[in-house]
C-alpha cells in the first residue's frame, strides 16, 4: 500500500519487534554460556503466536530478524502463513558482554543496569561491545534498507538493545535517551520514516506507537526493567 505525505514525502511503515520471552539461565540457576542461541520459552512462543494474530491484518510485504534463534524464531511465529521470506541479518544482533567480565560481577546491580551509561562516549557493554559502535553497526545497515523501494510496510524483529538504537535513530537522539526506554519481550514499536519522492533522501520519521505488547498493554504486569527481570531470575535462583 503506497502512502503519501501531506507535502507528497514518500511515507512507509516500519514494525521494529523484540523478540519473546527467553531464559538466560539454565535450570541449575546458573546463567547459560552463549546467550546467542537460547531459544523461546513456551511463554515466548505464545506471546509471538498472539502478537501474529493481533496483527493479521497489517500488510507486511519484507521481514527482516537478527541471525539469533530468537529472533527468528519469533519472526517466524508472527509472520505464519503470510509467505513472506525472513531474512537473516547479523548487523542485527543484540549487544554483546564480555564473558570473563561478566562472570567475575558478583553485584547484580552492574547487570540489571548495564545499559545506564550507553551515552558515555567509549562505554562499552559488561566489557565488551562498545555502544558507540554498535549504534553505527545497526543504523549504517538500517540506513542501506531505508534506501531499497522494494517494500512499504517492513517488519524487523530484533532485540531490546538494538531496538532502543533504532528508536534513538527515530528521536534524532541517539544514545542520548538509551537507558530511558525498554522492550517488553515480544512488543513492538511503530515508526514512519518519510522520504523524498525523488531523491530517496529521509525528510522527517515519527514514532507512532512504542513498546505495545499485545499480552499487557497497560504494562500491569510490566514493572521491572528487562534487565532487571534478567537479573531478578538469576537472584531467585541463587536464593533457591
Known amino acids: 500500500?503506497?502512502?503519501?505525505?501531506?507535502?507528497?514525502?514518500?511515507?512507509?511503515?516500519?514494525?521494529?519487534?523484540r523478540h519473546g520471552d527467553v531464559s538466560y539461565v539454565d535450570d541449575n540457576g546458573v546463567r547459560v554460556a552463549d546467550s546467542t542461541i537460547v531459544p523461546l520459552t513456551p511463554w515466548g512462543r505464545?506471546?509471538?503466536?498472539?502478537?501474529?494474530?493481533?496483527?493479521?491484518?497489517?500488510?507486511?510485504?519484507?521481514?527482516?530478524?537478527?541471525?539469533?534463534?530468537?529472533?527468528?524464531?519469533t519472526a517466524a511465529l508472527i509472520l505464519e502463513g503470510r509467505g513472506l521470506e525472513i531474512e537473516k541479518e547479523d548487523a542485527f544482533v543484540e549487544f554483546?558482554?564480555?564473558?570473563?567480565?561478566?562472570?567475575?560481577?558478583?553485584?547484580?546491580?552492574?547487570?540489571?543496569?548495564?545499559?545506564?551509561n550507553a551515552h558515555v562516549p567509549g562505554e562499552r557493554y559488561i566489557g565488551g561491545d562498545v555502544f558507540e559502535?554498535?549504534?553505527?553497526?545497526?543504523i549504517n545497515r538500517f540506513e542501506e534498507v531505508l534506501k531499497e523501494?522494494?517494500?512499504?510496510?517492513?517488519?524487523?524483529?530484533?532485540?531490546?538493545?538494538?531496538?532502543?538504537l533504532f528508536l534513538g535513530w527515530a528521536f534524532g537522539t541517539g544514545?542520548?535517551?538509551?537507558?530511558?526506554?525498554?522492550?517488553?519481550?515480544?512488543?513492538?514499536?511503530?515508526?514512519?520514516?518519510?522520504?523524498?519522492?525523488?531523491?530517496g533522501e529521509v525528510v522527517r520519521k515519527c514514532?507512532?506507537?512504542?513498546?505495545?505488547?499485545?499480552?499487557?498493554?497497560?504494562?500491569e504486569s510490566s514493572h521491572l526493567y528487562s534487565l532487571e527481570q534478567i537479573a531478578t531470575r538469576l537472584q531467585k535462583k541463587a536464593n533457591a
Request: hydrophobic letters at 40%.
Open 96 to 116: 554483546q558482554g564480555d564473558a570473563a567480565t561478566r562472570n567475575a560481577v558478583t553485584d547484580l546491580n552492574e547487570l540489571a543496569y548495564a545499559f545506564r
Open 175 to 199: 544514545l542520548a535517551n538509551f537507558n530511558a526506554i525498554d522492550q517488553n519481550t515480544c512488543c513492538f514499536n511503530v515508526i514512519d520514516v518519510d522520504t523524498h519522492p525523488e531523491t
Open 133 to 138: 559502535e554498535v549504534y553505527a553497526r545497526v
Open 46 to 73: 505464545e506471546q509471538a503466536t498472539m502478537t501474529g494474530k493481533a496483527l493479521a491484518n497489517i500488510p507486511f510485504d519484507r521481514a527482516i530478524a537478527s541471525s539469533f534463534p530468537r529472533s527468528q524464531e
Open 1 to 17: 500500500m503506497l502512502r503519501t505525505a501531506f507535502d507528497g514525502s514518500h511515507r512507509r511503515r516500519i514494525y521494529v519487534f
Open 149 to 164: 523501494k522494494n517494500w512499504e510496510t517492513l517488519a524487523i524483529v530484533a532485540h531490546g538493545g538494538i531496538n532502543r
Open 207 to 219: 514514532v507512532r506507537t512504542m513498546n505495545t505488547a499485545v499480552y499487557d498493554i497497560p504494562k
